[in-house]
């Protein structure tokens, strides 16, 4: 059965990638390798939930350990980082699934917060 700590660090993980959208969202412009790498930390803290998957090895600069970084930064933009990880995600549909469907979900996110800021 799941412990209470699985569902803190759950919702600390997407509070953390949330905050760091919202903080985009006072610059009023978020750009499409922010949005991939916000994708791809909203699929990893769904991902941190299950006991029985692993996030690919190709997605560990993207982990919660390391979103200490600021979305945006370079090195977490860098289209060759981010291609080798969504590539990772797209081999298991489980992954793939949920990751289309953040970065979906991360514009109409980013303009909520717009909107209410």
């Known amino acids: ?3 209470k700590d699985d569902f803190s660090r759950r919702s600390d993980c997407f509070r953390k990638v949330a905050g760091k959208i919202r903080l985009r969202c006072s610059e009023l412009d978020m750009s499409e390798a922010e949005r ?3 994708a ?3 699929t990893l803290c769904e ?3 299950a006991k029985h998957h692993s996030p690919p090895m190709e997605c560990s600069p993207f982990s919660l350990d390391r979103l200490s970084s600021d979305i945006g930064s370079e090195n977490l933009s860098n289209e060759g980082l981010q291609g080798e990880c969504v590539s990772a995600l797209s081999r298991s549909a489980q992954f793939w699934s949920s990751y289309s469907g953040y970065l979906r979900e991360i514009r109409v996110f980013f303009f909520f ?4 800021s």
Not at 113 to 116: E, G, P, R
Request: zero cysteines; proline letters at 12%.
């Open 47 to 49: 991902l941190a939930t």
């Open 1 to 3: 059965p799941p412990k």
């Open 40 to 42: 791809i930390s909203m």
């Open 36 to 38: 991939v790498q916000s």
């Open 113 to 116: 917060l717009f909107s209410i």
